[in-house]
């Protein structure tokens, strides 16, 4: 190319310099032919801007030198020039340039230029007129006008008064339309002309035109000039613009209406012959005779073709400059005719049978709803009627199909091997075949109901055969979609508008024909896959997953398609080649120029100084030619990068965040190069929106910021930026103020918008909405402030705040109705009701309780109704059993907003009920005379407003409920999610049902109280069953009369009772069901509340049920938290892969009710993806049979639930059974004469639950908290006190010893009474939790204690046993014992804060382990981890082959060391699980914070541990310690990954160390037991700590603590975690560290046993308590073997003495604060061996 344009450029400047010669030697010939041939040469730049700059002074030089030398030649050619008019008619003179590649005149070979004329005169003036308009257009590109406006008067004065010079007055009356002067005079020259071109005039000015009044009258005069029928099209096309210019220049809104409908009438009115009348008279049609007959079927008539030519006078009197038409200037009064009358009042769909004259139909009702608005009551019948007209385009073009179809597989059947071919070409055009749906019927068969539109995919052979000649009216082509793209356009904002109403089930024809446009008019594959993305989603909305498939299968790979990324960069680098050119041609040019302008005469000094500008000339004017273009973006051919951003857009939505970024990125690179700002505006929005969407929340910001100042876009532009920023800014976890700076840009918004709102009344509809959604973001963040900064709600500035921002609500809900903006007031009345909702919940006062819940029902209610009648009048426009397989959107929310009122009534209807039962129970106290005095005394009552309506509300509260639930199941009974509520709350409904109904209170929680007492007698006292039986019968006989007077009362009441057993029965069937499905599906927050429902349902009347049902609804509890510390520790997506995915699944789901996003593949591929690769979601899972989970757990295992209830208000408490094999009793029993009873197996299921108030429970987690924080500062000035004494021994080395005794003396002593007063605190702390938990707690005797009671007495049989089993612990110790039980603790977090271990209900002698955890469900996956690994223990054996080497520096070495370790022969039992101690990793003082005087030095501690067990098991262990260097991220990271077990023994936190959002994203599930021996203080740490501290938000200090540090841990995969509760000292944690280890290591014990040991210490065996002690007394040289005799019997006396001081000071040893510090969370059956 650059080789083909530099020869044209040389060429062109030899024609130029030709005609500069020619000039000067007043050649006209000569000068012409240059000018051809220049003219022939510039003919492919003259379509580019830039190139027509170039030659724009080229030109206009060599137009002077043809009206220089014209002179006496020019007069004779005029004078042939008229002789030729009188003997032919003008041709018509090209508006237009001519295409590049077509010659103008015939060349000559260059050696007979100058020797004979080329041409004739009519090709002479015809190039000059070219010539001409080219100078404009390039003076025009520039925006120059005065100049333009200039060159025009040159033009009118050199050429000769010929039809030539219409085309030069066209560009006068442009250029004088621009500079806003009085076109009149011009306008009158095309008098002569047809109406179309007149017409074309006026609408051209119009164009150009600045002043509002002069638009307005060029617009009605182009109107008006088309008056006849053939016109027609033009004239639509006309009335729809100036409709669409009435509007946007706020003239009445009814005006605006008026043209579009007047438009409307005159398509209508056509009347079009059948396709069978067409094809007869085809031949025997005259063009001549009626030029336009055709035209008006075929399309708008081009103003050059068929003009007439006017008479030869007439045209010279046209052209006389100074002749005044009187009908210009004397106003005249004329009728104003708007609209025509229907020429057939009986039209109806059928008779339209014109694809044109539809589409220009569908075009005018789609204007119409957008200009009347959504408050206008015709708006949904607009979009309705559009819709029909689509419909009958597929009518119309189907049926006209079918016999061309049949007519072209004949032909193709003629020929085979040119159609094989055919298809053969046709293919290679697609990238790869899609898979069709099976057909049904022939090809030009229309679908008949919504399935079959969803799939539906235009047969090949129908696009070919619309396509066919005898089909240019019923086909849908490029003849009768003459505008593909402005057709297109419209029927997207058909779509968006269905979108909106809730028709979503009717864009489903109207996007198979933008899909048919797409392939068979555009024959663009990127419009194409956006068609069907667009269909994806709406498929996806209507709960249609196999059709949004088929649209995914058919759409393809949603990133940039090769071919179209390859043509866009060439169009990008042949701009770019070209500006390069033009940027080294341009200095050339501008030289010989200005010497071409010096060798002319006549040249001025201003014409030198323009030329010297160059291209810069009149820049000021561009912006006011971009001002001109006043009906927004011009439609023209498909742009490759508008299709890709809205693709991107569609992407977004649907969380396909990587492929729409990089459909973003080569659209933002094309729109840049070719300057496309509106597009730049937008693309830069989408950016924002994707930052917004992955959580990059400033540069949303940034990013909303910068497509402001891009483009001034319209109102919807600038709200859709100003929300994004908003939600933005509040989403900014970073940003401490970020409610108040949202609250003020919201303020400023609104100021603004009221503005704007006042200056467009046309736009009332669409600015109010703006205005309303924005005044309730506002209150939502008012409601956000207050609620976060306030705790208690109903203090009168709180309450007066919240009710402000309620009014807010209500105000704009209100507007919305007004503006018919229904979905989106029944929302923001939600969000009303629900703030109501919670003042009603946490209200005191009984009046004031029922208010808030009335008003908030109130709300909801009208919420409802609004929804209702959305969804009812969506489901009136099709036959109902078209919605049998659909679930509309506005149904789901309906759905939605009828729960959501079902939940607020059954929460009305348990408080009614609690009230009720309270009076019953009070009357119930009174005595006779108490109730017959207040009968005496009472007045009739007199009720407020708020009462009367509380009764009425009450009364039918039960009933409304039944209503709601079954109206929502009905709607959205496919939607696994909602039906599962259905479920949960009918279920609810039915239990509080069955409670009121029960004439009684409820007793099932008082079962034990009442029953159990008397089963131990009927079991103990054998005979007393029968005599209580008499006496109950001499009872009833003495009050028979008594039970006949109160029959009917006793019959009514069990009547009430039957009823309350049926509904309860119900309720249990529901709330089954409810409870499967949501586990299936794995909705969590479902299940749990279901099972809650059923643990209520059970009570103690099946204690082993309801105990199962209460770890299930623990286990979901527990995995929604453990969901919510996941999204705190990775609030930035960018961390890590799971962070981002759970962010996006986060932000996808929270519109699922308007997108029915989590059926489609997207959310289905974030599942797998999480589950399958990451152990921290694999955690928090619950699995469908968590009932039956508990038989996986070893037999000694006992689980004890604590579990609060939602609200606090309850504390449920369960000791789950596992059921145990008891053998028959023997049969010698059987041969005695008293036989006893056949035993069932003893179940020690138990459950409870007993009443507590949330405060009650936040004030003792406060109070332990403030203990431990009591405890910090303790350690932290002893620490400092320390330290301190340290340095004064230093200096004081040389004092006498008196003194220095005396000062530690005295330090000893106030530490002593500091410690005391702390272990005080500690006691009475204790003794508040056991009070809090004793009705729970005194339960677990009768389960834990023997069967018969022992004593503490010594039993010389039994003290050889446990020897002999204390010797044989290094073989792992036998658990085949029954009466050692582990228990394990499952509570919930806010009990996890307290000491559980330090119950006196849990010191008995039967349990050897205690541990705890978080639920069920996740014991359970710490040991079917386990098991599986177990299983694929082969297929990691073959991994781990195949995997690199260890990065762990000195792992080679310590391999090595393995011959030289003594072998340790500790076997696994079965039950237990083994870690391996060679794979033992640590990390000890990290940033060596101990300081050198310290004696429990970390570092000192853990050399002296590895040291002493170095023979047997610390050989291989590795690590890092402060002392070497301070570890990386990375170091922690592989220690943690690439080990059985992990020892953390350093200073502070340790989550300090390795940030929560690092950590949670290991997957370190081999990694078996984390020892944390953290928590400890020394000034240095302290400072360290502090100062790392100020730099962290509050959430993630949160994370640090110690229960949510092992929550963390948990979810990486570990199996079990050591840690400490509250600070310490580094001697306590050197203590725990050395008897851990020794139980572990050296003794072997399981983990549960250790920490056991921790807890009651003096529970250890004598042989490990009196070891130390003989070690001492031993000397060196005695013999081995008598002292292992000696230290045999030391053992057993000491043993004897240290259980009976045990037994005596049970009570006051087992509460020392410092053995209850660490504690074991997971499982507690692990042992070390030696693999």
């Given at each position: ?50 190139e027509r700059e170039l030659i724009k002074e080229p030109l206009r030089l060599m137009l002077q030198c043809l009206a220089g030398t014209f002179g006496k030649k020019g007069a004779e050619r005029e004078k042939e ?1230 530490r002593q009474q500091e410690e005391n007063e702390l272990q005080e605190q500690f006691l009475e702390l204790v003794s508040c939790m056991e009070a809090y938990l004793k009705p729970i707690t005194q ?393």
């Amino acid at each position: 190319m650059a080789g083909k344009n530099l020869i044209r450029r040389e060429a062109m400047n030899c024609f130029f310099n030709g005609s500069r010669f020619a000039s000067n030697a007043n050649n006209y010939d000569l000068v012409l032919s240059c000018a051809k041939h220049y003219w022939n040469a510039s003919l492919p730049l003259v379509n580019q801007p830039i190139e027509r700059e170039l030659i724009k002074e080229p030109l206009r030089l060599m137009l002077q030198c043809l009206a220089g030398t014209f002179g006496k030649k020019g007069a004779e050619r005029e004078k042939e020039e008229k002789e030729a008019k009188a003997g032919a008619g003008m041709p018509g003179v090209p508006a237009v340039p001519q295409p590049a590649g077509t010659n103008l005149v015939p060349t000559k070979p260059e050696g007979l230029v100058g020797a004979a004329i080329v041409g004739g005169p009519e090709d002479d003036l015809t190039l000059r007129a070219a010539l001409y308009g080219v100078l404009f257009q390039s003076f025009a590109d520039q925006g120059a006008y005065e100049d333009g406006l200039k060159a025009m008067d040159q033009a009118v004065m050199d050429m000769p008064r010929t039809k030539h010079r219409l085309m030069i007055f066209k560009h006068r009356v442009i250029v004088k339309a621009k500079l806003g002067r009085n076109v009149n005079m011009d306008i009158q020259k095309f008098k002569g002309e047809e109406e179309d071109y007149v017409a074309h005039m006026w609408r051209k000015v119009a164009l150009c035109s600045k002043e509002e009044l002069d638009q307005l009258s060029c617009y009605q005069h182009a109107i008006e000039s088309l008056a006849s029928s053939s016109s027609d099209w033009q004239k639509v096309d006309y009335l729809i613009e100036f409709a669409e210019w009435l509007y946007v220049n706020e003239f009445p809104l009814q005006d605006a209406i008026d043209q579009l409908e007047w438009a409307a009438d005159i398509l209508l009115n056509m009347k079009f012959e059948s396709a069978v009348v067409k094809k007869e008279g085809k031949g025997r049609k005259a063009p001549k005779k009626k030029p336009s007959s055709a035209k008006s079927r075929t399309g708008r008539k081009s103003p050059a073709e068929g003009r007439k030519t006017p008479p030869e006078n007439k045209s010279e009197q046209s052209d006389s400059e100074s002749e005044i038409n009187a009908s210009d200037y004397i106003p005249v009064h004329k009728e104003a005719v708007i609209g025509v009358l229907p020429a057939n009042a009986g039209l109806t769909m059928k008779d339209l049978c014109d694809v044109q004259q539809l589409e220009n139909l569908i075009r005018t009702t789609v204007l119409l709803a957008q200009v009347s608005g959504r408050s206008s009551q015709f708006y949904s019948d607009y979009c309705i009627m559009a819709c029909g007209y689509v419909l009958r385009i597929w009518e119309t073009s189907l049926a006209a199909s079918g016999p061309v179809v049949k007519e072209l597989a004949k032909a193709a059947a003629e020929k085979p091997t040119g159609s094989a071919k055919g298809k053969g070409k046709k293919l290679d055009i697609k990238d790869q075949p899609k898979e069709k749906p099976k057909r049904k019927g022939p090809p030009e068969a229309i679908p008949t109901s919504q399935e079959d539109w969803a799939i539906y995919d235009v047969p090949d052979e129908v696009i070919e055969a619309c396509k066919h000649e005898s089909m240019k009216g019923a086909g849908i082509n490029i003849k009768t979609i003459q505008k593909p793209t402005l057709t297109f356009f419209y029927l997207d904002k058909l779509v968006t508008q269905l979108r909106e109403l809730g028709y979503s089930h009717l864009t489903l024809p109207v996007l198979a024909l933008m899909d048919l446009i797409s392939r068979g008019v555009v024959a663009s594959r990127a419009l194409n896959a956006l068609v069907h993305f667009k269909a994806m989603e709406v498929c996806l909305e209507l709960n249609m997953a196999w059709a949004a498939e088929f649209h995914e299968r058919m759409a393809g790979n949603p990133s940039v398609d090769e071919e179209e990324l390859a043509k866009s960069h060439e169009e990008i680098a042949i701009w770019e080649e070209r500006q390069a050119q033009v940027a080294k041609e341009e200095k050339r040019i501008k030289d010989s120029m200005v010497k071409a302008a010096n060798e002319l005469k006549g040249v001025s000094d201003k014409t030198m100084a323009k030329l010297k500008e160059g291209k810069n000339i009149a820049k000021e004017n561009k912006k006011e030619e971009i001002q001109a273009q006043h009906l927004g973006k011009l439609m023209g051919k498909v742009l490759v990068r508008d299709v890709w951003t809205d693709t991107a857009e569609v992407l977004i939505r649907q969380g396909l965040f990587q492929p729409a970024r990089e459909l973003l990125n080569e659209a933002h690179m094309n729109a840049k190069a070719f300057n496309d700002k509106p597009l730049l505006a937008k693309i830069l929005y989408l950016f924002a929106h994707l930052s917004y969407s992955e959580a990059q929340y400033g540069q949303a910001v940034n990013l909303c910021h910068e497509a402001q100042l891009t483009h001034e876009g319209d109102e919807m532009f600038w709200f859709d930026t100003t929300m994004l920023m908003i939600n933005a800014t509040i989403a900014d976890y970073t940003n401490r103020n970020r409610h108040r700076e949202a609250r003020n840009m919201l303020v400023h918004a609104l100021n603004v918008f009221s503005e704007v709102a006042d200056e467009r009344p046309n736009k009332t509809s669409l600015t109010g909405y703006i205005m309303a959604k924005l005044e309730a973001k506002l209150g939502f963040v008012q409601v956000t402030i207050t609620m976060g900064h306030y705790t208690d709600l109903l203090r009168p500035k709180v309450l007066k705040s919240i009710l402000s921002a309620c009014q807010k609500y209500q105000h704009c809900a209100d507007k919305l109705m007004d503006l018919g903006f229904k979905r989106e007031a029944a929302e923001i009345l939600k969000d009303e009701a629900e703030i109501f909702w919670k003042l009603g919940k946490v209200a005191t006062e009984h009046d004031v309780k029922h208010e808030y819940y009335l008003k908030a029902l109130s709300i909801l209610k009208s919420a409802v109704k609004i929804s209702d009648d959305v969804a009812q009048d969506v489901q009136t426009v099709g036959p109902l059993q078209e919605f049998k397989s659909i679930t509309l959107p506005v149904q789901r929310e309906c759905a939605d907003l009828k729960l959501t009122l079902s939940e607020l009534m059954l929460d009305i209807f348990e408080v009614y009920s609690q009230e009720q039962r309270n009076r019953q129970l009070t009357e119930a106290r009174k005595g006779s005379v108490q109730k017959l005095v207040e009968d005496m005394v009472r007045r009739t009552p007199t009720y407020t407003a708020v009462q009367k309506e509380w009764i009425q509300t009450t009364k039918i509260v039960g009933d409304t409920v039944f209503v709601q639930l079954s109206n929502s199941h009905s709607l959205v009974g496919a939607i696994p999610r909602m039906k599962a509520r259905t479920l949960y709350n009918l279920g609810r409904c039915l239990r509080l049902l069955a409670e009121h109904k029960n004439p009684d209170a409820p007793c099932h929680w008082d079962y034990e109280a009442m029953h159990i007492m008397k089963l131990t007698s009927i079991l103990e006292g054998g005979g007393e069953e029968e005599e209580g039986h008499e006496e109950e019968e001499e009872e009833m006989d003495r009050t028979s009369r008594q039970f006949i007077k109160y029959s009917s009362t006793i019959q009514k009441n069990k009547d009430k009772l039957d009823n309350g057993h049926s509904f309860l029965t119900q309720a249990v069937e529901c709330l089954t069901q409810a409870v499967n499905l949501a586990l299936s599906k794995g909705y969590t927050d479902i299940a749990g509340s279901a099972s809650l429902e059923l643990v209520e349902c059970y009570g103690q009347f099946d204690p082993f049920t309801t105990s199962q049902y209460l770890a299930l609804y623990q286990s979901c509890q527990v995995s929604l938290h453990m969901e919510s510390l996941l999204l705190k520790a990775q609030p930035d997506p960018t961390t890590s892969q799971q962070a981002a995915l759970l962010h996006q699944k986060t932000t996808l789901l929270g519109e699922d009710v308007a997108t029915n996003i989590s059926s489609g593949p997207v959310i289905r591929t974030i599942s797998n993806k999480l589950l399958g690769d990451w152990e921290a979601w694999k955690r928090t899972s619950i699995t469908p049979q968590h009932l039956d989970i508990l038989r996986e757990f070893p037999p000694n295992f006992n689980v004890i639930v604590l579990q609060h209830s939602p609200d606090r208000n309850y504390l449920y408490g369960a000791i789950l059974d596992k059921p145990k094999n008891i053998p028959p009793p023997p049969a010698a029993s059987k041969k005695e004469g008293k036989q006893p009873p056949v035993l069932q197996p003893f179940s020690k299921a138990k459950v409870i639950r007993m009443e507590t108030s949330a405060q009650a429970l936040d004030d003792m987690v406060e109070q332990f908290k403030a203990h431990k924080h009591n405890v910090m500062q303790l350690l932290l000035k002893q620490e400092y006190q320390r330290t301190q004494q340290a340095q004064r021994k230093k200096m004081l080395e040389n004092l006498n010893e008196n003194m220095k005794q005396d000062t530690d003396q005295a330090d000893d002593e106030e530490r002593q009474q500091e410690e005391n007063e702390l272990q005080e605190q500690f006691l009475e702390l204790v003794s508040c939790m056991e009070a809090y938990l004793k009705p729970i707690t005194q339960q677990f005797d009768m389960v834990f204690r023997p069967p018969t009671s022992t004593s503490n007495q010594s039993n010389p049989t039994k003290e050889k046993e446990g020897k002999e089993k204390d010797k044989d612990k290094n073989k792992a110790g036998s658990t085949d014992d029954p009466a050692q039980e582990a228990i394990i603790l499952l509570a919930d977090p806010w009990l996890l804060e307290l000491p559980l271990e330090a119950l006196k209900a849990l010191h008995v002698d039967s349990v050897v382990s205690l541990t705890r955890d978080f639920s069920l469900q996740f014991l359970h996956h710490r040991m079917q981890q386990q098991q599986s690994d177990e299983e694929s223990a082969a297929k990691s054996k073959q991994a781990d082959k195949n995997k690199p080497p260890s990065r762990i520096p000195g792992l080679r070495d310590a391999s090595k060391k393995q011959a030289k370790i003594i072998p340790l022969e500790r076997s696994v039992p079965q039950g237990l699980v083994g870690v391996d101690t060679n794979n033992f990793r640590y990390m000890v003082d990290p940033n060596s914070d101990c300081s050198e005087t310290e004696e429990h030095s970390p570092v000192d501690i853990f050399n002296q541990l590895t040291s002493k067990y170095s023979q047997q098991f610390t050989t291989r262990w590795l690590g890092v310690m402060g002392s070497e260097h301070v570890p990386s991220v990375a170091e922690w990271e592989l220690y943690l990954k690439e080990g059985s077990s992990f020892i953390f023994y350093g200073m502070e936190r340790f989550m300090n160390y390795i940030s929560p959002s690092k950590l949670v994203a290991l997957n370190i599930p081999e990694c078996m037991i984390v020892f944390l021996y953290d928590l400890a203080n020394t000034s240095r740490s302290f400072l360290n700590q502090s100062k790392a501290d100020i730099l962290k938000s509050t959430s993630i200090l949160s994370l640090e603590k110690p229960v949510e540090t092992a929550m963390l841990l948990s979810l990486t995969g570990v199996k079990t975690i050591f840690t400490n509760q509250w600070h310490c000292t580094l001697e306590e944690n050197a203590d725990k560290l050395n008897d851990t280890m020794k139980d572990l290591l050296e003794r072997g014990t399981t983990t549960g046993q250790a920490v056991r040991y921790l807890f009651t210490p003096y529970r250890r065996p004598a042989d490990e308590i009196e070891g130390e002690e003989h070690n001492q007394e031993n000397t060196e040289g005695q013999d081995e073997q008598e002292s292992e005799n000696k230290v045999e019997d030391e053992n057993g006396e000491k043993a004897e003495e240290l259980k009976a001081e045990a037994a005596e000071k049970i009570g006051e040893e087992s509460m020392i604060r410092a053995w209850y510090n660490m504690v074991c969370y997971g499982m507690p059956n692990i042992i070390v061996i030696q693999v």
